[in-house]
C-alpha cells in the first residue's frame, strides 16, 4: 500500500510559481508511475501530467504544457510539479496519483489507471 502527501499549495498571484511535492511512503516509488491531477470547485477531476516510471516519459495537459514540469527524485521518493505562469484557472486541488506498472515509459491520462492516491493540497491563483 503506497500512501502519498502532497504538500506545497498556497495562494499565489498571477504569473506567480509554485512547487507542489508528493512524498511516498514506498520506498520503489521508482517502480510507478505518477501523475498530478486536480480539480476545481464544481468541476470534476482532470489530468495535468504523468512522469513514467523511469523518468523517460512524460506528458502533458495541452492546457499545462510549456508552464507545468512534472519531475521525480527517487532517492527521496517524492515527486514534483514545478507550476510557472499561474493563471487564475489554474485554481483547483491538485492530487498526486500513482500505479505499479512493468512498463518503464509508461504514462496515462485516465484516472481510472492509478491506484493510490493523495489527499491533496490546495493552489489558489489570484487575478
Known amino acids: 500500500q503506497v500512501q502519498l502527501v502532497e504538500s506545497g499549495g498556497g495562494l499565489v498571484q498571477a504569473g506567480d510559481s509554485l512547487r507542489l511535492s508528493c512524498a511516498a511512503s514506498?520506498?520503489?516509488?521508482?517502480?510507478?508511475?505518477k501523475a498530478w491531477f486536480r480539480q476545481a470547485p464544481g468541476k470534476e477531476r482532470e489530468f495535468v501530467a504523468a512522469?513514467?516510471?523511469?523518468?523517460?516519459?512524460?506528458d502533458y495537459a495541452d492546457s499545462v504544457n510549456g508552464r507545468f514540469t512534472i519531475s521525480g527524485d527517487n532517492a527521496k521518493n517524492t515527486v514534483y510539479l514545478q507550476m510557472n505562469s499561474l493563471k487564475p484557472e489554474a485554481t483547483a486541488r491538485y492530487y498526486c496519483a500513482a500505479t505499479s506498472t512493468r512498463s518503464a515509459y509508461y504514462t496515462s491520462r485516465p484516472s481510472e489507471s492509478y491506484d493510490y492516491w493523495g489527499q491533496g493540497t490546495q493552489v489558489t491563483v489570484s487575478s
Open positions: 512522469i513514467s516510471r523511469n523518468g523517460g516519459s512524460t
Open positions: 514506498e520506498r520503489s516509488l521508482f517502480m510507478y508511475t
